[in-house]
């Protein structure tokens, strides 16, 4: 096969989330581990750092892979799911897995896959770890999919892991409550293991302090060992106060990530920085620096309130559960505009319900869905969100609506776009 074939066997033939939601989703490791040993168990070849959460674990885990590349290490970075190509899943310094890889992969390994059906997650976990481990990378950051527990990404045995925050997402299949919630994300706590809690939670913290005793895994709750403070942005890079706790100089970091909901990763980040010098890897002050400043450009990360277009100001942002859109709405306040657009799509599995309620009513709204099964039809997404007071019109492709809301706008006006992460990816501009 070639590659476009690959890719077309890869996502209908092994069943993929991203596309149909539940029936792709599996609670059990058992295929993932199949897979890693009829490989080898490259999982065990190269050092990592476990990265999960409900929100910022993306971001979290791209600061991080700058950091470690700015030091001159050989970095692989794994996160999901992709915007643009199946290929930005599986980086090394920043540079996504060559086609060409991704073809002998699945054409060496097609006949075993065949006989454990594994979904697509499992697979392109799997898929990353070999590449990876051939690779010889000297560390790598792994984002975990869903949960934590039984997310295919829980076969490693990291140097380190962190739990950026928890909030109510995945609900079907993680509890309904932020406590039964917080005991998958927990499953990737480690013995022996440092685990760094970014955001502490009073629901949550119990939990977590329990499961790292059980497991005699160090804990970090990030934010009471650092306090960021709310900076100032310039372009694509904001200027973030920090102080660590008991110690009185204020420093500051430039964030090449804007967004107010950045902050709240930041903590993580840092102490993770100052920590990983204890696991073997000394960081300098000018990698940390340099590292976070220039995140976008080393790693390629996107679709973190991004600015699009200036005239009329255009951002996209691919938050999609009520914590994110709680950020976002609030960051949306903050900038001056004459009118706000929204142009919204949502998946079908998702609480629509919850972040339509957090929506301004006087905004004026564009209704689209991503072409994928799981996408909720625009017209049905514009009929339920009209039960909040939120009115618009209906424009299924995506790049239609941002069309129409553009030539619609003023140039004082802002353009928000997202959602759902899906939205933000078939943007053409992007």
């Not at 992709?82 to 920043?94: A, M, P, Q, V």
């Not at 302090?209 to 310039?234: H, L, N």
């Not at 990360?301 to 938050?319: H, V």
């Amino acid at each position: 096969m070639n590659y476009q074939e690959t890719l077309d066997y890869l996502f209908h033939a092994l069943p993929m989330f991203q596309r149909i939601g539940a029936a792709a989703f599996k609670k059990d490791l058992g295929p993932t581990l199949q897979l890693c040993k009829h490989l080898g168990d490259p999982q065990d070849r190269f050092k990592s750092i476990h990265v999960g959460g409900t929100n910022g674990k993306g971001s979290t885990s791209h600061c991080l892979a700058s950091v470690l590349q700015a030091q001159g290490y050989k970095v692989g970075l794994y996160t999901s799911p992709h915007l643009k190509s199946f290929t930005e899943r599986i980086r090394i310094n920043g540079q996504p897995i060559s086609e060409e890889a991704v073809v002998d992969f699945v054409r060496d390994n097609m006949e075993f896959m065949e006989t454990i059906k594994p979904s697509f997650f499992e697979m392109t976990v799997a898929l990353a770890f070999d590449y990876f481990a051939k690779e010889r990378v000297d560390v790598a950051v792994i984002e975990v999919g869903m949960g934590g527990r039984l997310d295919s990404t829980n076969v490693i045995r990291p140097i380190m892991s962190i739990i950026t925050n928890i909030g109510y997402d995945h609900m079907e299949f993680l509890g309904d409550t932020l406590q039964e919630i917080a005991v998958e994300k927990a499953g990737i706590i480690k013995s022996g293991i440092p685990i760094i809690i970014g955001t502490s939670q009073p629901e949550t913290e119990e939990v977590f302090v329990k499961t790292a005793a059980e497991r005699e895994a160090p804990i970090y709750f990030a934010d009471r060992e650092v306090k960021v403070r709310r900076g100032t942005s310039s372009g694509q890079v904001q200027t973030v106060p920090y102080v660590w706790e008991y110690e009185l100089v204020q420093s500051e970091i430039h964030l090449g990530l804007t967004g107010d909901y950045q902050l709240a990763n930041l903590p993580a980040i840092l102490l993770a920085c100052r920590l990983l010098p204890a696991w073997g890897f000394p960081l300098d002050e000018s990698a940390i620096t340099r590292g976070l400043r220039e995140v976008v450009t080393s790693t390629g990360l996107k679709g973190r309130w991004q600015r699009m277009c200036e005239n009329p100001l255009t951002i996209c942002d691919t938050g999609h559960n009520v914590d994110a859109f709680e950020l976002i709405v609030r960051q949306l306040r903050q900038i001056s505009y004459r009118r706000l657009w929204m142009v919204m799509g949502m998946v079908k599995d998702k609480d629509a319900g919850s972040v339509l309620a957090l929506l301004p009513k006087d905004a004026s709204y564009v209704f689209c869905q991503a072409s994928i099964p799981r996408a909720m039809p625009a017209a049905e997404l514009a009929m339920h969100a009209r039960g909040f007071g939120l009115n618009g019109k209906v424009v299924e492709d995506v790049n239609e609506a941002l069309e129409w809301a553009t030539k619609s706008a003023h140039s004082e006006d802002l353009i928000f776009v997202g959602g759902s992460t899906f939205v933000v990816a078939e943007l053409s501009e992007l």
